[in-house]
């Protein structure tokens, strides 16, 4: 589903809309995380996903929780009896290692008032995943086996909103459907981000992959909404060689997607002009420890490992002049605590602004965890990956266009 996305939260159905007491609630979480060494790690979509399963629970809802952990295929593709323990954290649940089978089926059909069931990884069904249109998934083995059982279907998982999944678009086509309070939050913050932009807005783009955000940068500077785009990280550093900066060696002209990440770059800085600034000091190690230097003697060989002082300050002062910041990607090797300062200091600006920032991306969440930087009341982070990227390119996500009142 394609089109303009302008989000009016009037458009939906929340939890504030239904009378769940008694009622068998489908609940789309995400709490697909982390896994270290097999294990799945505590993150902030279990957590804030939790919130909302409490609150039904609270109010006497039958809770049968779908969701999915990785990727067929993938080492972090697992069932979810791990996450079943990190939520019994919050809530008393039954687990089963089933999805549409006869257990699963009998389970829901015995659940009391405000009890939770977890069903298995919906990954593990093969028509999950199968790339139709929610008409077609709503026909799927999958919803006309659980859709007759439940009442009422509650998308929380923003993350994969952007997916035309069984699980996101198939059950709102044939049952009463809402919104979560986690979608709730992510769809008022974006769309102050999006649609009612205040000036100046200055978006912080970083992280390692520069083609992530080529897109975001071209359609924010054609709308003319973007008053600076402060680069950092390798998006940074390809604007540096993009200004004939650094001069790129022999073996990064042998590099394929280098050469057409600079030729991009090129192309948006005809576009962007002055508005894109780009660091004019580094830090690179030098025999182990942290060292900065001027942009203009850096060594095509040497590695980036952060921006620079002089141009954390510049960067800072600009956060603070503004009244809206969209920031994605750290400023470097925030993990290492010698290469964590500009990441630090751009965290701690926008939590010393005034201006509504949104933070995306898991790496840039990540790094304020890692350095104790607090949410403020005006900052939101986005658990979202894709749908997050989608949504600032004003596409249309499937699983929120499906839970439209149309």
């Known amino acids: 589903m394609g089109g303009t996305i302008s989000e009016n939260l009037e458009d939906f159905l929340t939890i504030d809309d239904f009378d769940v007491k008694g009622k068998t609630v489908l609940f789309r979480a995400d709490i697909n995380s982390v896994v270290i060494d097999g294990k799945v790690q505590m993150k902030e979509r279990i957590v804030e996903n939790a919130k909302t399963i409490c609150e039904l629970s609270d109010k006497k809802a039958k809770v049968v929780i779908l969701a999915h952990q990785g990727r067929a295929g993938r080492v ?27 257990a699963a089926r009998e389970a829901i059909k015995k659940l009391r008032e405000g ?29 006309r086996k659980l859709s007759p059982l439940a009442d009422i279907y509650i998308n929380d998982a923003f993350s994969v909103a952007h997916r035309s999944h069984a699980s996101v678009v198939g059950f709102p086509m044939v049952m009463d459907a809402g919104i979560g309070r986690l979608v709730e939050k992510e769809l008022r913050s974006l769309r102050r981000s999006v649609h009612n932009i205040k000036s100046p807005c200055i978006y912080v783009l970083g992280g ?23 680069t950092t990280g390798n998006v940074g550093t390809i604007f540096l060689y993009a200004r004939g900066i650094i001069k790129p060696s022999e073996e990064k002209k042998a590099d394929k997607q280098f050469m057409a990440n600079l030729a991009r770059a090129k192309k948006i800085l005809k576009l962007g002009g002055d508005k894109i600034m780009y660091p004019d000091d580094v830090a690179v190690a030098v025999e182990g420890k942290r060292e900065e230097i001027p942009v203009g003697v850096l060594n095509p060989k040497q590695e980036i490992y952060d921006i620079g002082e002089r141009t954390s300050k510049r960067y800072a002062e600009a956060i603070k002049e503004a009244k809206t910041v969209i920031m994605k ?39 304020m965890s890692t350095l104790g930087i607090n949410k403020t009341e005006h900052t939101h982070v ?9 949504y600032l390119l004003e596409k249309g996500l499937p699983g929120i266009e499906v839970l439209k009142r149309h």
């Open 115 to 143: 009890e939770v069931l977890l069903l298995d990884n919906v990954r593990m069904l093969a028509e999950e995943t199968l790339s139709k249109s929610p008409e077609e998934h709503a026909k799927s083995f999958f919803v």
């Open 329 to 367: 990607g750290p400023a470097g090797l925030y993990e290492n605590e010698a290469f964590s300062k500009g990441t630090g200091e751009l965290l701690h600006a926008l939590s010393d602004s005034d201006a509504f920032s949104l933070i995306g991306g898991g790496h840039t969440s990540a790094a």
């Open 382 to 390: 986005s658990l979202a990956g894709g749908a997050f990227l989608q």
């Open 76 to 102: 972090d593709f697992l069932p979810l009896e791990q996450h079943a323990e990190l939520l019994r954290n919050f809530f008393d649940l039954q687990y089963i290692d089933d999805i549409i089978g006869p």
């Open 208 to 230: 390692v992959k520069p083609e992530e955000v080529f897109d975001i940068m071209e359609f924010t500077l054609k709308r003319k909404k973007v008053n600076r785009i402060l």
